[in-house]
């Protein structure tokens, strides 16, 4: 007799979570014992409790104490100020494909961003699919897919809003404003057009 299915039954998470303000709204911070496991962006509390339990549909969720502070205020002041990457490990849950275009993002640094396609070409996939894998993305800004643009430099969809993702990235080019392109293309200078 085989014993092997009782040990891949998946066992029932416990997911604490806590809410602060940023500059795009509200930040819904949620962690297992592995790590973060989402960062929801909007404006409703309700809403964002109602987009992490679709996420986690199974999870046990519970609304985080005192002990959460340190680590939700950590999370606000890196999407205020994303420098860099996010100091806090992340519980990250994807397929392969998803996981490799997340990797490569974080690989973008703040103040620059690369198109749908380019980062098709980078890791052999096409332009709909590295779309498709930046929209299921749970861990907003600190898997940065708000950096990245269409080819013409317009700003398609995100998870959480096409306006905050012009706010993220004008942010970001007004603290860093002479990005090199990641993938070693001139950037054009600012008012100069792009050709």
Known sequence: MHHETLDQKPAIQTIAFGTGTCALGLALVAATSQ?????????????????????FPHAILRKAGKEFEETLNHVVEHIEMPTGALALPLDVRGTAFQKRVWNA?????????????????????????????CAANAHAVAIPCHRVVCSDGG?????WGVNR??????????????????????APMRGQAPF
């Open 35 to 55: 790590g973060i496991c989402a960062i929801l962006l909007g404006s409703n509390e309700k809403a964002l409790a109602g987009q992490l339990r679709s996420i």
């Open 105 to 133: 993002l974080e690989e973008i640094p703040a103040g620059q961003t690369v198109t749908y396609k380019e980062l098709a070409l980078k890791l052999g996939a096409m332009a709909q699919e590295i779309g498709e894998a």
């Open 155 to 159: 700003i398609a969809g995100y998870r």
């Open 165 to 186: 993702k012009r706010l993220l990235l004008w942010r970001e080019q007004e603290m860093f404003p002479n990005p090199q392109s990641l993938f070693a293309k001139t």
